[in-house]
């Protein structure tokens, strides 16, 4: 049974929210609604009531996904349609609006949505150009086969391993084709598959120019073997992930504990 | 899981038409997946994850915070930072601010990995920048506009619409949990300034050095387009 306490708490707690939703009049002759939520930055959303009465988030949540550099994963995720559904949310053109401006159900569940919304999505801040993956992986690649190297002299079982990591330029009809290592095996080509943290088309068009090179020797030479070498391959769109898995022979993933060796291995063989 | 097969992942991963003229089909391409699939299996269920170690949560101090205000120079990744324009609003003024990841000595390691610069903007109030580790709270705002009456700097003076920054105040808290925010209006900044003035004031302000020599401009608004040789 709710007693007199709890309602009286129960009151001070409603008070309390519907007093933090304010409005102040703001550019356009639009009037700004703050609302009690708050976003993951934390800051309070608003909506936008606009002269002639249309309810807008003014293309704040769309402009800070472009910033965020997630609004591929946006356009392509596949919650989308649900998303909008169940927040009531329409995109027109750059802005997010509620489905039915007359319902306060489908206001309240538009808010929430655009509070959520950022939520879904990892933002991808650039990092420096210089990519880091690439010499990681020619670490790992080195410091494995160091410790396989036939020698006993440290400084030469290092130089044997360096010959093995570095890239390898191979001519074909007129152009050069790459092997970001130089494995034993002439027709083996290694890809080093970075980019990790670019945005979701970057990626994409990252894993397809690193399969090109496979692909044309191929036509001439059809011995040649792609070995693919990534952190972590979920972090790439499914389609270049399958791109990868069909077309080439292992991908060596370093997230995984002797991923090393086995790249020693395939350099050495 | 790998659900395409053939051509089709070729088709998805945007590469090639299928049978581009004076080459042979793609069909003819040798196909791998059972064996490639199999292999990569095998290597899931024998290679454990390695983990990395969780790094211990961390308070910022207010010391730490005031001492990073002044951190010369704050790096950014990949610069310079430039505004694009966006295209799916009407106003001139409507940009695009890149995230970009901003180093530091001084944050400790668990901000100083996830710091970054981005901005939004508003048709109705105009063009915001954040500075805000991914994921957790501002640590520093700069807005075009500020509609909600009147606010008071830290130097006592007196604003009603117009731009300022927001800096932490982790000194004083009315609640007792939650930093209070101070406002900063300098010099630079004035009524009716445009997004790339805001920027420019607030970059030179907080020392965030992205290697551009020129002022930063207002884009043209026939953007641009990415060329395949950033890959």
Known sequence: MTNEIQLEIFNKIKLAICDTVQYNEVGKNAIEVVTPFLDWKGAQVSIFITEDGRITDGGQVLSQLKSLRVIDDFNNWEFKLDFFQRSRVQRVRGSLQPIDNESVTDILKYVQGITRLPNFFEPKPIHTTLDKFPNIARDVALNALIDIAPHDDFDKRKEWAAKFVKARHIPLNGFDIESDMSPNKYCRLVKIISHATSSTSDRRQHVSAKVLDSLLWKRDEPDVELYIVADDLDVYPPESGNLLKEESEEIIQLKFDQSGARLAEVLTE | ?231
């Open chain 2, 1 to 231: 899981m790998v659900s395409g097969r053939g051509s089709q992942a070729w088709y998805g991963a945007g590469l090639l038409n299928p049978c581009p003229s004076g080459t042979r089909g793609f069909e003819s391409l040798p196909r791998r997946l059972d064996k490639s699939l199999l292999l990569i299996l095998s290597l899931n269920r024998e290679a454990p994850i390695n983990l990395t170690r969780k790094r211990p949560p961390v308070r910022l101090q207010s010391t730490i915070y005031e001492a990073w205000l002044s951190e010369n120079p704050k790096l950014v990744d990949d610069g310079p930072i430039e505004l694009k324009p966006d295209l799916d609003c009407e106003d001139d003024d409507a940009v695009i601010l890149d995230s970009h990841h901003v180093n530091s000595e001084i944050l400790p390691e668990h901000y100083a990995d996830k710091t970054m610069i981005f901005g939004e903007y508003n048709e109705y109030t105009g063009f915001k920048i954040w500075i805000t580790p991914k994921g957790f709270d501002y640590l520093l705002m700069a807005h075009q506009t500020h509609y909600r009456g009147n606010f008071v700097t830290m130097d006592g003076r007196t604003f009603g619409n117009y731009p300022h920054f927001h800096e932490l105040d982790l000194y004083r808290s009315s609640d007792g949990i939650y930093p209070e925010t101070r406002r900063i209006v300098i010099e630079s900044l004035y009524s009716g300034m445009d997004s790339a003035r805001l920027l420019e004031a607030f970059m030179s302000y907080y020392n965030i050095e992205d290697g551009h020599e020129n002022t930063i401009g207002l884009p043209s608004r026939s953007g641009r387009q990415r060329g395949i040789d950033e890959f």
